[in-house]
């Protein structure tokens, strides 16, 4: 059994607050305050959730370092009130940084749709879709 410690609570409750005013920072607009906010918030969570050392090690491994500039990079242009240039760099650098998660994450999504509720209700709406 996995033991979660107070401060990984506390950094999932960081993290999701910092993707939420991510999401809120884009959907006014790029508002750089929030994006700015969230970014920090999402960094803290990260450093809280998997300690400072495995997050260093994490972005400054050498085969992520490109990622690591471009995510870091977008953050600092962020902070420097560039949103849309900053938010660009960021997606670009977070793409690298996490390139070989997405086939995990993607099986993961396969082997949800095989359960049986979603399966019906896909095929069903497929075949409503059809019918259009």
Do not use: C
């Amino acid at each position: 059994m996995v033991v979660i410690t107070e401060f990984q609570k506390i950094g999932v409750g960081l993290s999701g607050f910092g993707v939420f005013f991510l999401l809120f920072g884009v959907l006014l607009y790029f508002d750089s305050v929030l994006l700015a906010f969230g970014n920090i918030l999402f960094l803290a969570g990260l450093a809280f959730i998997i300690g400072l050392r495995r997050t260093a090690h994490f972005l400054f491994q050498r085969q992520k370092l490109r990622g690591s500039t471009f995510f870091l990079g977008g953050v600092a242009l962020v902070l420097l009130r560039w949103p849309r240039m900053g938010m660009l760099a960021e997606t670009y650098g977070f793409v690298l940084l996490f390139k070989s998660f997405f086939p995990v994450a993607f099986g993961f999504l396969g082997t949800v749709l095989n359960m049986p509720f979603l399966t019906t209700l896909f095929s069903l709406s497929r075949s409503s879709s059809s019918m259009v």
